[in-house]
């Protein structure tokens, strides 16, 4: 921003500083930072009694999102769908803009993750056959995940499961060119164990499903 005033900017790396010392004073670890100077951000990640939050900072507002919305759409009224709850601090470059009012948006952020309950993200590794995914409720797996749960499948090897999907995958023209294969192939190794278990299973059922029948004799 060109024209922002010096006290603008001051009060934006104010707020950008404080906001990442709020998070980072419930366990938060950055994962990663923005590049640019001009609109900085700083990406976390924290548990809370509803699931993991996605946590980025920026220089005049805190971005959330919780993993599982249904989970804390009651106590935070968070968006049904994609789960975000964002924490936003304005009037900057108002004429009675100053440090103490940056701070009530602040005191306003620890409350908030003080309300859900916002710690440290240790997740923990549960081992799960795919017998048991079978005849469990994924949902509630889904929601064990984010809780910290993460689950490894038994007996199942996820390279394998996202090579055979995206040697199969084709665009709507029926071709299977090379960006296609590469695309899905890291999208599906970039799943969690539970996740591309499942999706090797639903892709298996639609290939049965789409397969011609054979003739009767």
Not at 110 to 135: L, M, Q
């Amino acid at each position: 921003m060109a024209d922002m005033t010096k006290k603008e900017r001051a009060l934006r790396d104010h707020y950008h500083k404080g906001a990442r010392e709020v998070v980072e004073s419930f366990g938060g670890t950055m994962y990663r930072q923005g590049s640019d100077p001009d609109s900085p951000s700083a990406h976390y990640r924290l548990m809370t009694e509803y699931g993991r939050l996605d946590v980025h900072v920026y220089d005049n507002w805190t971005a959330t999102a919780f993993d599982r919305p249904r989970l804390a759409l009651a106590a935070t009224g968070c968006n049904p769908y994609t789960g975000k709850w964002n924490h936003h601090c304005s009037g900057f470059g108002n004429k009675d803009a100053s440090k103490a009012r940056v701070d009530q948006y602040l005191d306003l952020l620890r409350y908030n993750f003080e309300k859900v309950g916002a710690r440290k993200w240790e997740p923990v590794s549960v081992e799960i056959t795919p017998e048991e995914i079978d005849a469990s409720n994924l949902e509630r797996l889904r929601d064990r995940q984010a809780c910290g749960e993460i689950f490894t499948v038994v007996g199942f090897d996820k390279q394998a499961a996202a090579e055979e999907i995206s040697s199969q995958v084709t665009d709507h023209a029926g071709e299977r060119p090379d960006w296609l294969v590469r695309s899905n192939l890291i999208h599906h190794l970039n799943m969690s164990d539970l996740e591309a278990y499942v999706s090797l299973r639903e892709w298996r059922a639609q290939l049965a499903q789409e397969a011609p029948s054979a003739p009767a004799p």
